[in-house]
């Protein structure tokens, strides 16, 4: 990387420009979008025909750009969550075309938009415990509770004459379901589509203009489809050739065809169909990762009738596009910033897959498993250039997630001080269906973390890697697999950094958010009284005396997600075991002030990549 070697290098990493969330306005002549060009996360709006970016706020929404950006109604204010320093627990806030904000929903709990029809507010909220829908009158003020299930809701997507809501749940045993709900706008007279087999997850996407239709999702065939949901005849026209997992996105405003991205190997292409003859076509845009901002109402579509999604690929930042669905061309409406850099500067990456049966033959120290099916597992290496390579280790967060080839900042700036950064999309993660999503189901810490210590082994053989400096680095579920890998397969690595990691599964699941203990805990574990043996054995910290390496633990204060208690309760062990903590002891602690689970905001990006960089630093070094 150019000037790679500047002490600066890192600031202006973390202080390149990211735009987030781009909603098209009901117009469709605008869109509305966080973006941090200032160095603060801010709230603009561009004018598509001029090109004129306006900056709407100047401080009053959230510094990390964690959660999206709707219009009301009128298009006159842009709604947005407002959290306390990173809690997420969020109330909605509103501003204007003129800078005045006020607030809009203030709730207990976690408030998530999902939908606007002139003065009524539909929200997801966790204020009374679980995840459901709440509907709050704007002119009168007050909220009314719509659903009242045990399991989370997520959607209440509002029909087009604003008397219905779509929405999924999960009334069965079976942890694994979800099924699509239509119920009236008051939430009564809730409708079961039974769309799918039990035990399958289907969703809601979009409803079609006329209100008679609804996109939907279902993986019932193991890969994710979209379905067209008639609703006078109760009938499923599904989609695609079951090649790919494709995800909806949603209808075209003309109601004649139906948006969608599709998943191959470690990209996500735009794929548009033609619901009359069911023929999809893949958008001509260059190989890597296409996204759409949030559409609950299909606010992807400018009234010209181009979609605006974001473009990426590991060398490229994010732009945001507008596409052409009869020329097939698009237009770039805002050119991602490089600050001193060029596209050429990052490394790229190589994507490959390794066999694994989910046993490494570095011995596992904590639990032993017997081999499990063998599996093709996919995985990114970006090499540093530098001879020989330490090797940094990342597996990804969720575990319902995946790494694609995409920019990744974190990435890069590990790049940048000469380390080579391996990603593995072991089992459990995304885009390769349901089975594969499920394989983790009861066996946290069992083949998906052979799966990312096989990976590691097969790229530690490469002659250029330096095999005595291999580190894991992770953050979320994949600072739990950080502190797994440490104590399930210490003789692999040299140090390790677990982030906002799970340690102590029984303490998560009492600590956690309501919707976060059942659709994860649940859904992968079952409950501590159900599984008491399963959560203990699975849990890093009853196995905190494995640690032979430097282990740095850093956690947000203000995590809800998983809780800084997290950490503590890791550190805690360590101390009564015997190790000591400190710069050049068995293992470091840091706690981050005003963050939560992770922040886009600048500077804390840039203390965590001081953290990062310093640790890897002091204890293996990249020369």
């Keep these: ?76 204010r842009v709604l947005f969550h407002l959290d306390d320093d990173g809690n997420e627990q969020n109330d909605v806030h509103a501003l204007s075309r003129d800078g005045e904000a006020e607030p809009v929903l203030e709730m207990d709990g976690q408030v998530m938009i999902s939908d606007i029809h002139e003065d009524r507010l539909f929200v997801g909220s966790s204020r009374d415990g679980q995840m459901n829908v709440y509907r709050h009158d704007l002119t009168a003020g007050e909220t009314e509770k719509l659903t009242d299930y045990e399991r989370a809701v997520w959607g209440a997507l509002l029909s087009p004459d604003g008397d219905r809501i779509a929405y999924s749940t999960n009334e069965t045993d079976d942890y694994d379901n979800q099924d699509v709900y239509v119920a009236a706008s008051d939430g009564s007279d809730p409708r079961n589509l039974q769309i799918g087999e039990v035990g399958a997850e289907a969703n809601p996407v979009d409803w079609g203009p006329d209100g008679d239709r609804l996109l939907v999702m279902d993986n019932t065939e193991d890969l994710g489809r979209i379905g067209l949901y008639d609703l006078t005849t109760e009938a499923v026209t599904w989609y695609g050739d079951g090649e790919y997992e494709e995800t909806g ?39 890597g990762v296409s996204s759409f901002g949030q559409v609950s109402t299909g606010e992807v579509v400018l009234d010209d009738g181009r979609l605006v999604f974001q473009h990426t690929t590991p060398t490229r930042r994010p732009e945001l596009l507008a596409y052409d669905l009869a020329t097939d061309e698009y237009e770039v409406l805002v050119e991602a910033e490089y600050g001193p850099f060029e596209p050429d500067d990052f490394a790229d990456a190589e994507y490959f897959t390794v066999e694994s049966d989910g046993v490494p033959e570095t011995p596992a120290k904590a639990v032993d498993h017997d081999s499990y099916e063998e599996l093709e597992i996919g995985a990114l290496l970006y090499d540093s250039g530098e001879r020989p390579s330490p090797l940094i280790v990342n597996p990804h967060g969720g575990p319902r997630a995946r790494d694609q080839q995409s920019f990744d900042l974190y990435t890069q700036v590990l790049v940048s001080q000469g380390y080579s950064v391996l990603q593995v999309n072991y089992r459990g993660s995304t885009g390769r269906g349901r089975e594969f999503v499920e394989s983790l189901i009861d066996d946290w810490g069992g083949a998906e973390q052979g799966d990312v210590a096989i990976a590691a082994e097969h790229v530690a053989e490469y002659d250029w890697i330096d095999d005595d400096r291999v580190v894991v680095f992770g953050g979320s579920y994949g600072g739990y697999s950080a502190y797994w890998q440490m104590v399930q397969y210490p003789d692999l690595y040299d140090a390790g950094i677990a982030w906002i990691g799970l340690t102590d599964l029984e303490e998560m699941f009492e600590t956690t958010m309501p919707h976060f203990r059942t659709e994860l805990m649940e859904k992968y574990l079952g409950t501590p009284e159900e599984n008491p043996d399963l959560y203990e054995e699975r849990s890093p910290i009853t196995y905190a005396d494995n640690l032979d390496a430097p282990l740095l633990l850093v956690h947000g204060v203000n995590d809800r997600r998983v809780p800084v208690s997290q950490a503590r309760l890791f550190s805690d062990a360590l101390d009564e075991l015997g190790y000591e903590e400190g710069d050049d002891s068995d293992y470091e602690y840091r706690e981050l002030g005003e963050e939560g689970h992770a922040s886009s905001d600048q500077d804390q990006k840039l203390r965590m990549f001081r953290l990062l960089t310093e640790f890897l630093d002091r204890r293996v070094g990249s020369e």
């Design 1 to 76: 990387m150019a000037d790679s070697e500047s002490p600066d290098v890192i600031e202006e990493l973390a202080s390149l420009p990211t735009l987030a969330h781009p909603t098209v306005s009901p117009d469709g002549d605008e869109i509305a979008f966080y973006y941090d060009v200032t160095g603060r996360n801010e709230l603009h709006v561009l004018d598509v025909e001029s090109g004129e970016i306006t900056q709407w706020s100047e401080g009053e929404v959230p510094r990390n750009a964690r959660w999206f950006v709707q219009w009301d109604d009128d298009g006159d």
């Design 249 to 287: 996105v949603c209808f075209h405003p003309d109601g004649d065809r139906a948006i969608a991205t599709r998943d191959r190997d470690a990209v996500s292409v735009p794929v548009v169909y033609d619901l009359d003859s069911g023929e999809g076509r893949e958008l001509d845009v260059p190989e």
